[in-house]
């Protein structure tokens, strides 16, 4: 069985018609905290110890075949360097999006 069998829309999207498929609204948290000896080798005093992402999306099934997928993501690094430049020195934001076709 394909990951495309497992969700049909109750009213599928077509045009000239009233179905809109299906919206998912979601959300993610997640962090990361490194300790300086888990790799001694690589950390380096602008090596940041600590990343907390927060995503939301929202995701349209068109139907069984089409998903269009569209993301937020923040990141917030905490230690590392605050020089310009530096990936560490200011928070990430990322916009992503996907369109998925399945037959």
């Known amino acids: 069985s394909t990951s495309r069998n497992l969700f049909h829309p109750a009213h599928p999207f077509r045009f000239g018609d009233e179905g809109w498929g299906a ?3 979601v959300a993610r948290v997640a962090q990361l905290s490194l ?8 950390v380096t005093s602008t090596s940041a110890r600590e990343a907390t992402d927060l995503g939301a999306g929202l995701h349209w099934y068109l139907n069984s075949n089409l ?7 923040f990141t917030r690094f905490v230690g590392g360097s605050q020089a310009r430049g530096s990936v560490t020195a200011v928070d990430e934001h990322v916009i992503l999006s ?3 076709v399945s037959f």
Do not use: G, H, K
């Open 23 to 25: 919206f998912e609204i």
């Open 98 to 100: 996907r369109v998925q």
């Open 67 to 73: 998903r269009l997928y569209l993301d937020y993501d």
């Open 35 to 42: 300790d300086r000896s888990a790799f001694p080798t690589f």
